[in-house]
């Protein structure tokens, strides 16, 4: 008791105007210099009691504190329950009046969650609850609370959310904000998924109308709104664009959440610490990169894009682009849509799109790190023989090839259909043989031999190869079961796309991408991006794999890309319905990807679509090697202007050639000798029939010999799915292409997001 007075005595009730000041943070190009100052220019406005709608007062009794008219200011309940949680070394919220929520808010120099500082609260509370008039109370609260959206505050909040002052806020808008209170991040309708994939706008939307509608019935229940005021208001009310604030216009505000979601996932940094401002954080992004990225996508915009003369056709049009340093994985520049106050979803860094070819390289990394499976028989284990292959192995490239397992049986799906596996434009390689290498079959982006090859890897080897190589295991992985998984059905994010293919650029060392290099408070470094190098392939590996997408850029599908002298190495994808297109390429010293496709995707209750690209642009149809590879060639023309040009290791031998068909045994010699008594073949002849077993850089043993002539005699007329689609399989079943993005890119959502996965 002698504490208690002493703790109760020594307690200072706290000043809002005080607790209003809060300070931007600053935000740093590479180079040093300022790009912009954000988080404070909409803080606190303390309002009178009076000029607070009772309207809010009501919301957020109903929704959080019934009986705060009644109440002490303390929940004594809830106070046992943190004291508890502390003792037993969990979290310590729980049980909050508003008057706690009060002094916790206005506290902002104390957020830790010790038990020093919650018991320091409780006195606070008590005092406050007995010295202080409600209506002090009440405004206090919602004068210091956080509504998302850089809103301290009841009238920031309506102004965020409604562009209106707060005293003109009807019931309906109240009961949204005191929705908000709840936790911006997941109540926000706009979404915050480059904080957290599970924050995005679909599911955040249906969370706030669940709750919305919640507390507007606890209302008419409590007695403070009335059934027929209630009944005006079953809409969910208009809000407002959540990024006014023009500084964060262009790529910048792009840039900015890309940041803050890498400080928020790496960092002991809280999203609410950070919205206190007050730090300085130095990013990764190149001033000149973003502008010239930006400029590349706005003139084929320019050009080509034209929802006025084709309105079926041009509209919803979408790019996305990042930018990755192969040296240590910084993200050097990044397009994520039109404007980052009209389009508010990342495209750089959300996913969705699928990937189409651009996924083959990885096919070809798992076929030179694991190998393809020993074909001897389904009692063969498929892990027990396998054969790294070398880029001159021969596939078939035949239209609607039938696809079989690694030991030669047919595929079939669980309804007993198999898969034939059409090509782009319906066409077969090299007749009547049909054998094609592996490297034309990736310069020409032949389906059918890849498709093939992913299925002798192995298809979960091949999920392993893009994982490895910086690809993350999102909700888009789940095709792995699919021959079609080869032709790339995953949709990551264009940085991640970006950030795996610059592991081939670094010789297989992978660095995840990353967006800040240093945080400052107060004059204090409070982090330091750890450089976390690591070997996913080995040189002979990733340089092949270089090697082989050079010749895409040479004289393949990817010619429009081409550099002058400067060495490329990349490829383009475009999935089935023509519904996205992409082209990844890199040198030495840089990895882009750019993806493009159609989706309307502004209105949070409407369902993600792709939209098909047929006739978009005036092109019959898009590819990859169209739009998006010639932003890529007029992008990296400028970004890399000044810099040295850069050759491409030479890529140590690997593997052996499979798949080559044996040559005619010769003709049989007439002899004098009974015909029951065959004569044996030489051990020349059995050495040119059987060649010795090579072997591989891992301890594998080798395959046997491919009869693809035999393995092509039914091509069957089910068609599979064209370059990179998901869609139309034997039978029209395929796993369904992956359209909402899982429920966050390091936006950061990858998922998929780069800061969309665990790490983002």
Not at 178 to 193: E, N
Request: hydrophobic share 30%.
């Amino acid at each position: 008791m002698a504490v208690a007075g002493i703790a109760y005595a020594l307690v200072e009730v706290p000043d809002v105007n005080k607790a209003a000041v809060a300070q931007n943070n600053v935000y740093y190009w590479a180079d040093g210099k300022q790009m912009v100052a954000t988080g404070g220019e909409r803080n606190r406005q303390i309002i009178d009691y009076d000029d607070i709608p009772k309207e809010m007062r009501f919301a957020v009794m109903s929704a959080e504190n019934k009986t705060f008219e009644k109440d002490k200011g303390v929940d004594p309940m809830g106070i046992a329950r943190a004291v508890v949680n502390m003792a037993k070394g969990g979290q310590t919220q729980g049980g909050s009046t508003i008057t706690q929520q009060y002094v916790k808010n206005a506290r902002l120099g104390d957020q830790s969650q010790t038990f020093s500082r919650k018991f320091k609260e409780l006195f606070i509370s008590i005092k406050v609850g007995r010295t202080e008039p409600k209506e002090k109370v009440m405004a206090g609260y919602l004068n210091t609370a956080y509504y998302g959206r850089g809103a301290y505050g009841i009238q920031a909040a309506a102004r965020a959310y409604f562009d209106k002052e707060a005293r003109k806020l009807d019931p309906s808008e109240c009961a949204l904000l005191a929705t908000v209170l709840k936790g911006a991040t997941y109540y926000d309708p706009a979404g915050y998924p480059e904080i957290d994939p599970a924050a995005n706008a679909k599911d955040n939307t249906a969370r706030a109308q669940k709750r919305w509608k919640w507390i507007l019935d606890e209302e008419v229940k409590d007695g403070r709104l009335t059934a027929e005021e209630r009944n005006k208001y079953r809409d969910f009310p208009k809000l407002e664009n959540p990024r006014s604030n023009t500084q964060l216009a262009g790529q910048t505000g792009y840039l900015v959440d890309l940041a803050k979601a890498y400080v928020i996932r790496n960092t002991d940094i809280t999203a609410e610490q950070l919205q206190q401002g007050g730090y300085e954080i130095h990013t990764t992004f190149q001033r000149k990169k973003v502008d010239e990225l930006e400029k590349a996508v706005n003139k084929v915009r320019k050009d080509k894009i034209n929802p006025k003369l084709r309105p079926e056709k041009d509209t919803h049009v979408q790019f996305g682009g990042a930018s990755v340093d192969p040296e240590d994985g910084a993200i050097r520049a990044i397009y994520g849509g039109v404007d980052a106050t009209k389009h508010f979803t990342n495209n750089a860094d959300q996913t969705g799109a699928q990937v189409g070819s651009t996924y083959k390289p990885f096919v070809l990394a798992a076929a030179f790190k694991y190998g393809v499976r020993d074909p001897a028989g389904p009692e063969i284990q498929s892990e027990a023989q396998r054969t790294v292959v070398n880029p001159k192995s021969l596939y078939s490239g035949k239209n609607e090839l039938k696809i079989k397992n690694y030991n030669g049986t047919v595929w079939t799906d669980r309804d007993g259909k198999q898969w034939n596996q059409k090509n782009d434009g319906d066409q077969s390689y090299n007749p009547p043989t049909y054998q094609i290498d592996l490297r034309e079959a990736m310069r020409e982006s032949v389906n059918s031999a890849y498709v093939q090859l992913g299925m002798d890897v192995g298809l979960s080897k091949v999920k392993q190869a893009a994982m490895d190589a910086g690809l993350k295991d999102d909700n888009s992985m789940a095709s792995s079961n699919y021959p079609s998984f080869s032709l790339g059905t995953s949709s990551p994010s264009a940085i991640r796309m970006a950030g795996a293919y610059s592991t081939f650029a670094a010789s297989g060392k992978q660095n995840d991408p990353y967006s800040v290099t240093e945080v400052v408070h107060e004059g204090d470094s409070v982090y330091t991006h750890p450089k976390k190098t690591k070997r996913v392939f080995s040189r002979a590996v990733a340089d092949n794999v270089t090697d082989v997408l050079r010749t895409v850029v040479e004289k393949g599908t990817g010619t429009s890309a081409q550099l002058g002298s400067r060495p490329v190495a990349g490829k383009t994808g475009t999935t089935d319905g023509n519904k996205s297109a992409w082209f990844v390429g890199y040198t030495p010293q840089l990895s882009t990807a750019i993806s493009m496709y159609r989706l309307d995707d502004n209105e949070a209750n409407k369902k993600r679509e792709f939209l098909e690209m047929f006739g978009t642009g005036g092109e019959e149809k898009i590819h990859g090697a169209s739009f998006p590879a010639k932003i890529w060639q007029d992008y990296m023309s400028k970004a890399l202007r000044g810099e040295r040009v850069m050759a491409f290791p030479v890529p140590d031998p690997i593997g052996r050639v499979i798949g080559e068909t044996p040559p005619p045994a010769p003709s049989p010699t007439v002899t004098e000798e009974p015909e029951d008594e065959p004569s044996s073949p030489t051990p020349t002849e059995t050495e040119t029939t059987k060649p010795p077993t090579t072997q591989s850089p891992e301890p594998e043993e080798s395959c046997s010999q491919w009869d693809w002539e035999c393995n092509n005699a039914d091509g069957g007329a089910n068609g599979g799915s064209e370059d990179g689609g998901a869609d139309g399989g034997p039978g029209g079943e395929s796993p369904p292409p992956t359209v909402d993005p899982p429920g966050n890119s390091n936006g950061n959502h990858n998922g998929g997001g780069i800061f969309g996965g665990p790490t983002g």
